[in-house]
């Protein structure tokens, strides 16, 4: 966006601080244009394969443009973060990364590339064709801990949160624990469904514009985020479910059973299936109060197959 400072991609940092040093001082009210590595700092190309995720370097996990310095934010105000606008790259990836993800019965790394050229859709498999809805996987501020911290775990400083409505048009709130907030941002997603069940969505290289605003003696110990919400898609749902005395057992064998559906009647591989309900599928809670057993639902949109297959 015209006239907002811009945080180039060659400036980041790997681990949540109170100590890092600020890259920029903005004012309530001010935008910053941040522009985003993906989420392994390039280890993966356009040319990659399956076999290269066997030599990903965790610890250039999660690059992220920061931290912002915004004046006059305190511990116990909150900063409200605008996303204006958001540019991805023209490719991306997902992944099964052994060891991460829902399931841990997948033990081979398996890697497809997307082509993010169209900017509306992108293709996959047996004429599969997903939404690209863009949004910042991680937001958040320095924690008020000391010490250095990993990105990949949400805490109440917001971080690797994946929540995947906060597109264009959202804002999130995020408690104030330092000085200055120092606020970061990355792990930029083309599309994900609710969950990002197999650890990866579609991942992507791109930049975003962000509006910041301090709301003093907010007082509030978590995120919260006002977000636009979606359209239906058309067609509606076919969701498959989990049920079950334990939520991640639930939500398990809700995901097990849409990769048999995908499989068999989608030509899909289980890897291929795991993959497209990460980018695509939304694990919802339908049912906590009736115990002993609580069901876990995952919904996937019809309007992603072509007709014939809805």
């Keep these: 966006m015209a006239g907002a400072p811009t945080i180039k991609r060659d400036s980041f940092h790997y681990l949540w601080s109170r100590h890092h040093k600020p890259v920029l001082y903005i004012r309530s009210g001010d935008r910053v244009r941040f522009e985003l590595n993906d989420v392994t700092s390039w280890q993966i190309n356009r040319n990659s394969s399956s076999s290269d995720l066997a030599r990903l370097d965790a610890s250039k996990f999660y690059p992220l443009a920061g931290p912002v310095y915004v004046e006059g934010a305190s511990p116990g105000d909150a900063l409200a973060v605008s996303v204006e606008r958001i540019r991805i790259d023209d490719w991306g990836w997902s992944a099964i990364l052994p060891g991460y993800g829902l399931l841990e019965e997948y033990q081979t790394p398996f890697l497809w590339i997307w082509d993010l050229s169209n900017k509306r859709y992108t293709r996959f498999k047996s004429g599969i064709r997903i939404r690209i809805n863009p949004f910042c996987g991680v937001m958040g501020v320095a924690p008020p801990e000391d010490g250095y911290f990993e990105v990949m775990p949400p805490g109440k400083h917001g971080g690797n949160m994946d929540i995947k409505h906060l597109t264009v048009g959202s804002k999130v709130i995020l408690p104030v624990w330092v000085d200055g ?36 003696n907010a007082n509030i110990k978590t995120p919260r985020f006002i977000c ?4 239906p898609p058309r067609g509606g749902y076919i969701a498959t479910t989990g049920i079950s005395p334990d939520l991640l057992d639930a939500a398990k064998n809700a995901l097990r059973e849409m990769i048999s559906h995908l ?7 289980k890897e291929e299936a795991y993959i497209l309900c990460s980018v695509t ?10 115990k002993p057993n609580w069901i876990v639902g995952l919904m996937l949109p019809r309007e992603i197959f072509p007709k014939r297959k809805q």
Excluded: M
């Design 263 to 269: 499989t068999s009647e989608h030509n899909l591989s």
């Design 181 to 216: 907030a120092l606020f970061s941002v990355g792990d930029l997603h083309a599309a994900q469904g609710d969950g990002e069940v197999c650890v990866t969505a579609i991942e992507c290289a791109g930049d975003v514009t962000l509006r910041f605003e301090v709301i003093k």
């Design 228 to 231: 636009k919400g979606e359209r």
């Design 281 to 290: 599928a939304d694990l919802r809670i339908h049912e906590i109060v009736d």
